[in-house]
């Protein structure tokens, strides 16, 4: 399932390719590709627990940067 | 109250407290204890977030990032007893950040107001009612009404109405066009004076509009080399400047013998905490993705598609630039360029049209258009030499060089183009030319991509002589003519052949091979087609050439834009790096000192994100 997600704060564009590494190895996750510019993560999920796996992805952005809100 | 309104304020009280206590040690004898209040105030005031973020990522097992640096650093300066150093690092490294954020928000805005094509809401027809919602909610059939100043939301057919639209945000024609009923309109023109009803022909997904935003949002997916570089380079630069800096603070005062000597320790702490704060690289990871980001949306502003930034990177470095010929360079049709002989224009033409008029050929119908039939001709066909035409007792013969001949009609031969003759019992009357229009701008854009020092070729499936004859005219360096597609896709691999990089210009309709094969595929005047669309690396919406030398330029712009960022940056950290190494900066003050390493910081990126900001804007005649 393809999903766009608006981030709201995103100040550090190192910090974005460091979230989108680490996102994109979170199971469940086919790819991920974050667009710093625009403020928005392109998510491309396996259909199963995505629930889960959309927690999953906000606390890895907390982790990169605390500051950082995802608009779900 | 907004996070950048919150920074600016505390960063002013912060200083504030500085500036008094200064005043206050250098005038009144201020007890130490009370000094270092102060200080440490002012400190937590400006530097509360950044201690708290070190101390969370240190929980996560997160050390070396810059929060981490700023804390280290800080902290060290309390400890050795330069207190207003450590308050005024601090307050001048917020500062920095503060400055970065709001150049990261300006240009953020400004890609915004590029990309703000798509209306919120729109009008419909239901039910006779004129309700408002939003432009997804509209299935097609439905009646939209555009009012004058409005942005048409979907693409679709006006029903009734009529105004000037301006397509300039679809296809950067600057010209208005002028539409009424039954004509097709592409969403994302905006209504200059009239209101229209237009019948809905697509969904809101499907419309032109969403799919320009969807390809320009996406470019950034596909990365361009310079981008994979700066992303592996800064994996790999923070930690070797983190252990060089380990090194610079602890083997120096070890080899030399020192390490009793604590001022001595001291001084290789702080190159070591100078070290550090060169070592983040944010100045080239914001600024090379924006760079090309604004180059994509300039171009994205003209009426050309980039589909990522490895396009418009490969687009700057392209030196052999292929066309197509008929629907590229030309227009297409087949119009009258001459008429033999001058005086007789009009007759030649209506003895042309009387033996043509049942004729569905393309150059039957430009004659048809210029000139009366007379319709009670007798018309024969003469395969594959022409026609013969029976009007009372005259009998005209229109076709080409051998029905004249084998007539007996001697007449005058002509090279340039297709040439259509017309006799009339037995006697050479004149003949008509017949050429696909060149189109009004071609010359200019290939003049353009010679001075930006592309060479150009002609790949043509047309004749020989029409071939060279356009070539000419264009004054294009090299062309091949009589190709099939297949041969083209040979053409084009010889073309590509050493270290030549290679674009080509087709109008997508049959060069799709042609357009996969060349390094950057450039498909034209792609409204509506989306079969060009998908197969083309960059689209043009126009099908104006000089849109090409107008990519090739906004693509060279970007990229230089990208390298001045990578080299400029690199070259002012390397040289603070070595300054603080050979102690130069120490002969400044420690805050002094401290100031050159943030500004080495901050200070580049906001200039590289300055600098970025340019990719956004193009000179409007290029």
Known sequence: MKKTIAMQDLDCANCAAKMEEKISKIEGVRSCTINFMLQRMTLDLYDENIEETLQKIQSAVKKVEPDCKLKI | MSHTKKAFIRICVALGVVIITLILKYTVNLNIWIELGLFAAAYLVAGYDVLWKAATNIAHGKVFDENFLMTIATIGAF????????????????????????????????????????????????NGEKITIHPSEISVGEIVVVKAGDKIPLDGVVKSGECNVDTSVITGESLPRHITAGDN?????????????????????????????????????????????????????????????????????????????????????????????????????????????????????????????????????????????????????????????????????????????HSN????????????????????????????????????????????????????????????????????????????????????????????????????????S????????????????????QNKVTELQVLKKGNNKVAFVGDGINDAPVLAIADVGIAMGAMGSDAAIETADVVLMRDNPTAISTAKHIAKKTLNIVNENIVVSLIIKLTVLLLTLFGVLDKLMFGLGMIVAILADVGVCVLAILNSMRAMFVKKNI
């Open chain 2, 79 to 126: 400890a050795i007893g330069e207190y207003a150093d450590a308050a005024a690092v601090m307050i001048l490294y917020q500062i920095g950040e503060l400055f970065q954020r709001y150049a990261v928000g300006k240009s953020r805005k400004s890609i915004a107001a590029l990309m703000d094509i798509r209306p919120e809401e729109v009008t419909v027809v239901r």
């Open chain 2, 185 to 357: 309109v592409i969403s994302g023109c905006i209504s200059l004076d009239g209101e229209l009803y237009i019948t809905a022909t697509g969904t809101y997904d499907d419309s032109t509009v969403s799919k320009i935003l969807d390809l320009v949002e996406n470019a950034s997916s596909q990365k361009a080399p310079a981008e994979n570089f700066i992303t592996k380079f800064s994996k790999y630069y923070t930690p070797i400047v983190v252990i060089l800096a380990l090194i610079v603070g602890i083997i120096p005062p070890l080899v030399t013998g020192n390490y009793t000597d604590w001022s001595y320790w001291n001084i290789w702490l702080k190159r070591a905490m100078m070290f550090l704060f060169v070592s983040c690289p944010c100045a080239l990871v914001i600024s090379v993705p924006m760079g090309f980001f604004g180059g994509i949306a300039a171009a994205g502003k003209r009426g050309i598609l980039v589909k990522g930034s490895n396009y418009l990177e490969l687009l700057a470095k392209v030196n052999t630039v292929a066309f197509d010929k008929t629907g590229t360079l030309t227009k297409g049709n087949f119009a009258i360029v001459d008429v033999f002989p001058p005086q007789n224009r009009q007759e030649v033409l209506q003895l042309a049209a009387t033996a043509e008029q």
């Open chain 2, 361 to 464: 050929h393309p150059i039957a119908l430009s004659i048809a258009r210029e000139a009366n039939a007379d319709r009670s001709a007798e018309i024969t066909e003469i395969a594959g030499k022409g026609l013969q035409a029976k009007t009372g007792e005259d009998i005209i013969l229109c076709g080409n060089l051998q029905l004249m001949k084998d007539n007996g009609i001697s007449c005058p031969e002509t090279l340039d183009g297709t040439v259509v003759y017309i006799g009339k019992n037995g006697k050479f009357v004149g003949y008509i030319v017949i050429a696909d229009e060149i189109k009004p701008d071609a010359k200019e854009a290939i003049a353009e991509l010679h001075k930006l020092g592309c060479k150009t070729v002609m790949l043509s499936g047309d004749n020989d």
């Open chain 2, 466 to 485: 029409t071939a060279k004859a356009v070539a000419k005219t264009l004054a294009i360096d090299d062309y091949r003519s009589e190709l099939l597609p």
